[in-house]
């Protein structure tokens, strides 16, 4: 059965349809083509080298359509959040363990506090908006991660034999960490902190070790296997977990 390619381009990049699939195509001054699925729906995305042709780049997303597929289907079945209003019993989660909101009005300044194994306690001012009231549960995540990175950088850093020499904690749509390999600066997904710790410590160690290769090469995965045997298993873990509601583009 033949599969049908279409292709529109812009100055920047290129939309390709194969197979019924949307394919996002972005050229950059690289070696090597990367094709990913990212969540929440399985938007896909290739990142092309400068030199490689059209032909070339839709020969290889039809060498993965089986996979593409399989990847989309498992994103369209993952279990995700609706839209978090901020209320009392509303689900929210912290280091991988669900809690219950319990919102609490008071004549103070704002802040978040665990509760046993059961209850996040949220502490804000009379008439905060459910913007302000995230705004202050996200403040509180990102001071949770400020004070679980660095543990686990000055653990690994010295039995990898490199250093960060900067890193940071920021929202992102597509990836749990970056590594910027020239600068030796490390980024993080703030939504790490709803995650389990295992999977923390594997995104540290994953984006550490992209200062010793840039790629997901076959060294870099020799080196996971080397100092982090279950990162398979963290993997699984990070990406098979609720998606939290978001509103994603295409």
Not at 132 to 146: C, D, N, P, S
Not at 243 to 250: A, I, K, P, R, S
């Amino acid at each position: 059965m033949a599969i049908e390619v279409k292709a529109r381009k812009t100055e920047s990049d290129a939309r390709l349809q194969v197979g019924g699939i949307k394919v996002e195509v972005v050229r950059k001054d690289i070696k090597n083509l990367h094709l990913g699925v990212y969540p929440p729906l399985g938007r896909v995305r290739v990142a092309a080298p400068l030199v490689i042709s059209d032909d070339a780049v839709r020969l290889a997303v039809i060498d993965k359509l089986g996979w593409i597929k399989r990847q989309k289907a498992k994103f369209v079945e993952q279990p995700r959040q609706t839209q978090r209003e901020m209320v009392n019993g509303e689900s929210h989660y912290f280091l991988g363990q669900r809690y219950r909101l319990r919102v609490h009005e008071v004549a103070a300044p704002a802040r978040v506090a665990v509760r046993g194994i059961a209850s996040l306690d949220l502490f804000v001012r009379s008439g905060a908006s459910a913007e302000q009231r995230e705004a202050v549960l996200l403040h509180w995540y990102r001071g949770q991660l400020k004070a679980l990175i660095p543990p686990l950088l000055e653990k690994w850093q010295p039995i990898l034999g490199v250093q960060a020499s900067h890193w940071g904690i920021k929202k992102m749509k597509t990836k749990w960490g970056s590594c910027n390999p020239s600068a030796k600066r490390l980024w993080f997904n703030l939504e790490l902190a709803k995650k389990p710790e295992m999977c923390l410590e594997y995104i540290v160690v994953h984006e550490l070790l992209h200062l010793l290769e840039r790629k997901h090469s076959e060294r870099f995965t020799a080196l996971m296997d080397a100092y982090l045997p279950n990162w398979r298993v963290c993997r699984e873990t990070l990406n098979g977990g609720m998606l939290g509601h978001e509103v994603w583009e295409y």
